[in-house]
């Protein structure tokens, strides 16, 4: 039968059944996954507090472990940063990068330099 094939050599899939979460006696969360010898788990600090659920990605980058996860927005605390109810444009050209809802050209020489 024919596989699908990942040319990326920096991310491991995990399935939500092959992995378990667990909290130390000092509260830090730590994830344990499956390693190369047999009912041996290998396990990895946490950065956060709050468990990851479902399939994971875990990305390496330079030497630290990325953990991808799926979670449902309504979950979601509602961000601090402050934000306003307009509405922005932003259109795309060759003479100037962008520019935006406000008719600010950002990237004025673009169209010289690829010309």
Do not use: F
């Amino acid at each position: 039968w024919k596989r699908g094939h990942n040319r990326t050599h920096d991310q491991i899939v995990v399935r939500a059944d092959n992995y378990n979460t667990l909290v130390d006696g000092q509260g830090r969360l730590w994830l344990a996954i499956p390693g190369l010898e047999p009912r041996k788990m290998v396990k990895i600090p946490l950065s956060t507090t709050v468990a990851p659920t479902g399939t994971l990605r875990l990305i390496l980058r330079r030497g630290r472990v990325e953990v991808h996860y799926q979670i449902d927005a309504s979950q979601m605390r509602s961000s601090q940063r402050p934000c306003g109810d307009q509405r922005v444009g932003v259109d795309k050209g060759y003479t100037e990068a962008l520019t935006d809802s406000d008719g600010q050209p950002h990237g004025e020489q673009l169209g010289d330099l690829l010309t």
